[in-house]
Nanobody
Framework: QVQLVESGGDLVQPGGSLRLSCQASRSIFETYVMAWFRQSPGKERELVARMDVSGYKDYQNTEKARFTISRDFAKSTLYLDMNGLKIEDTAVYYC?????????????WGQGIQVTVSA
């Protein structure tokens, strides 16, 4: 059974930092593209960052300057380090996995975790 379990969501002030983690099933983590998505109220779910097994990564929009995606194969864990958080980063963040390097329609999803940025 494939599992993606997110953790690390919290309430933070603008300008603060957070690290999200996604514990994945080893069989998936070692072969699949891993990604972070987010969905804000009233908006569609959007890709934040993705990373393949070779370490190649990319970011959507302007998040590259503030966010860092990484993966630890020894722990089968995907991370998203977020710095300089803004109110508009408030969203439910999802971990996802897919065989293909794509922007949406990933095969496996975590349950999502809330990140709230507020003063």
């Amino acid at each position: 059974q494939v599992q993606l379990v997110e953790s690390g969501g919290d309430l933070v002030q603008p300008g603060g930092s957070l690290r999200l983690s996604c514990q994945a099933s080893r069989s998936i983590f070692e072969t699949y593209v891993m990604a972070w998505f987010r969905q804000s109220p009233g908006k569609e779910r959007e890709l934040v960052a993705r990373m393949d097994v070779s370490g190649y990564k990319d970011y959507q929009n302007t998040e590259k300057a503030r966010f860092t995606i990484s993966r630890d194969f020894a722990k089968s864990t995907l991370y998203l380090d977020m710095n300089g958080l803004k109110i508009e980063d408030t969203a439910v963040y999802y971990c996802a996995a897919d065989r293909a390097w794509q922007l949406k329609n990933y095969e496996y999803w975590g349950q999502g975790i809330q990140v709230t940025v507020s003063a």
